[in-house]
């Protein structure tokens, strides 16, 4: 859960979140030295009072400054194509849940059992109770079990939305007549909270998707009671 003033990423949740924080601070240190280098090479050159002529024209700079760079966006690059391929990685999921964008809520479709499937909307700010958060609590929660695969099917019924949350390092595309995937797991119990990233019209903002993760028993005694309800 984010907090004001935050300046980093919302604590992982999920082992694909964990792996794109190591990127981003593997990413920064880079650009951090790179930014450090050329400002003193800026001072040296600016406060120098002398000039060597090597300096101006040399092969072996012009190799160094060439290879370098290349080197760099390499070191980059292959961590990136990495974890760019665990992200579309999918093994056996044990759970399947498809995700419909409307205008302006979530519906949420358990596809492994039968008549399982729920709308979640956001809850008005005069019905919040204490502790929970305004323009992020919903009135049903997307409830699953942790430490295990999860894949979710995304779509759009109107215009286009996107299924993120923060914590779990997931963002997809909801597309009218598309159907995209992700995948994760989560790895500690807890409640995560995302909303629609995507600018579709004028509730925009009132989308909040909110997951709950629980052991397994209690994911099993919530889908016999949402099942008894139905």
Same mark, same amino acid.
């Given at each position: 859960?984010?907090?004001?003033?935050?300046?980093? *990423?919302?604590?992982?949740?999920?082992? &694909?979140?964990?792996?794109?924080?190591?990127?981003?601070?593997?990413?920064?240190?880079?650009? *951090?030295?790179?930014? #450090?280098?050329?400002?003193?090479?800026?001072?040296?050159?600016? #406060?120098?009072?002398? #000039?060597?002529?090597?300096? &101006? =024209?040399?092969? !072996?700079?012009?190799?160094?400054?060439?290879?370098?760079?290349?080197?760099?966006?390499?070191?980059?690059?292959? /961590?990136? &194509?990495?974890?760019? $391929?665990?992200?579309? !990685?999918?093994? @056996?999921?044990?759970?399947?849940?498809?995700?419909?964008?409307?205008?302006?809520?979530?519906? $949420? !479709?358990?596809? =492994?059992?039968?008549?399982?499937?729920? +709308?979640?909307?956001?809850?008005?700010?005069? =019905?919040?109770?204490?502790?929970?958060?305004?323009?992020?609590?919903?009135?049903?929660?997307?409830?699953? /079990?942790?430490?295990?695969?999860?894949?979710?099917?995304?779509? %759009?019924?109107?215009?286009?939305?996107?299924?993120?949350?923060?914590?779990?390092?997931?963002?997809? @595309? %909801?597309?009218?007549?598309? &159907?995209?995937?992700?995948?994760?797991?989560?790895?500690?119990?807890?409640?995560? $909270?995302?909303?629609?990233?995507?600018?579709?019209?004028?509730?925009?903002?009132?989308? /909040?998707?909110?997951? !709950? %993760?629980?052991?397994?028993?209690?994911?099993?005694?919530?889908?016999?009671?949402?099942?008894? +309800?139905?």
């Amino acid at each position: 859960m984010a907090h004001p003033t935050q300046l980093g *990423f919302q604590d992982a949740a999920s082992p &694909l979140m964990e792996e794109l924080l190591h990127f981003h601070d593997h990413a920064l240190m880079i650009v *951090f030295l790179i930014s #450090t280098m050329v400002l003193y090479i800026i001072v040296a050159m600016v #406060t120098a009072k002398l #000039t060597d002529k090597l300096i &101006l =024209d040399s092969q !072996e700079i012009e190799i160094i400054w060439t290879l370098l760079p290349a080197i760099i966006l390499i070191l980059i690059a292959l /961590p990136s &194509l990495r974890i760019l $391929y665990l992200m579309d !990685e999918i093994n @056996d999921p044990h759970l399947t849940i498809k995700a419909m964008g409307h205008q302006w809520y979530w519906s $949420y !479709e358990y596809t =492994d059992y039968e008549d399982l499937g729920f +709308d979640s909307y956001m809850v008005p700010t005069q =019905d919040l109770t204490p502790g929970q958060f305004r323009l992020l609590e919903a009135d049903h929660r997307m409830v699953i /079990p942790v430490e295990s695969p999860v894949r979710v099917l995304i779509s %759009a019924e109107d215009v286009l939305h996107s299924w993120a949350v923060p914590s779990l390092g997931v963002k997809v @595309d %909801a597309v009218p007549g598309r &159907l995209n995937q992700t995948t994760f797991i989560v790895n500690r119990p807890g409640v995560f $909270y995302g909303q629609c990233s995507e600018i579709c019209g004028a509730n925009h903002s009132f989308m /909040p998707i909110v997951i !709950e %993760a629980v052991p397994l028993e209690h994911f099993e005694n919530w889908t016999s009671l949402m099942i008894e +309800d139905a």
